[in-house]
């Protein structure tokens, strides 16, 4: 009987241009950047400290990796840093709905709540590189922020990313709930499908049920959010 579920929110709640949308954020941050040094050599320690907090297996959080990483490299106060990021966040993010065309997936709505009413434990697990303040826009994006989650794997809270199974470890931790019980929904092959390694459920999101082959990590189930929403009573009991 299933207990708790794992959605992924990029490209499975909300539909958005990833490729769009990442070179959109950075093309905004790096105008940002411009209004407080040399804009090229805080991008490159950007990603070098992203690269660092993706690499993080604990005991530091990936917010405290990022931020040891990134004011050791530039030099920067790190309060200045991360006020800038948030006025970045607060004012700048929320236009990358529109340039990367966001929008909430259809049925993503319907099952979030159906997850709800069966009484799931409900985590938002995107991977963990960015503040919650990003993730609860995106949230917003796909009309889907006011709701009770379990969980947001936030960079804030989480000491590892996706795909390293410390990542779902911890999780499972948080939530108090084993392995089997537990269904990842995601679209990503690697990120998502990995969570299978521990014992817990997956279900790959394929638009227009596409088949898939070769996988190295076979989902348990695949389909779009129609065939999870009527699977779930299923599962579930």
Not at 29 to 34: V, Y
Not at 152 to 168: A, D, G, Q, R, W
């Amino acid at each position: 009987m299933l207990k708790a579920i794992l959605f992924d929110l990029d490209g499975t709640l909300l539909m958005n241009n990833f490729d769009l949308f990442m070179k959109n954020y950075f093309s905004l941050l790096m105008e940002e950047f411009k209004k407080i040094g040399d804009e090229k050599d805080l991008f490159k320690n950007l990603n070098f400290a992203i690269e660092k907090m993706l690499a993080n297996k604990g005991p530091k959080t990936n917010y405290d990796v990022f931020w040891e990483e990134f004011t050791k490299l530039t030099g920067k106060d790190r309060k200045y840093m991360e006020d800038f990021f948030m006025d970045f966040y607060s004012k700048k993010f929320p236009l990358l709905k529109e340039l990367s065309q966001a929008r909430a997936n259809s049925y993503a709505k319907e099952v979030v709540e159906k997850s709800f009413e069966l009484g799931l434990k409900v985590v938002i697990a995107t991977n963990a590189v960015f503040p919650l303040i990003a993730i609860k826009e995106r949230l917003k994006w796909a009309n889907l922020i006011n709701y009770p989650y379990d969980l947001i794997t936030s960079m804030e809270v989480m000491h590892s990313c996706k795909p390293n199974l410390e990542y779902y470890k911890e999780i499972l931790e948080r939530i108090n709930v084993t392995p089997e019980k537990t269904l990842m929904v995601g679209n990503d092959i690697k990120e998502d499908l990995s969570a299978s390694k521990l014992g817990i459920l997956t279900f790959l999101y394929t638009p227009h049920n596409n088949l898939i082959l070769n996988l190295d990590h076979k989902p348990d189930f695949m389909g779009d959010l129609k065939d999870l929403f009527e699977l779930l009573p299923l599962l579930s009991k």
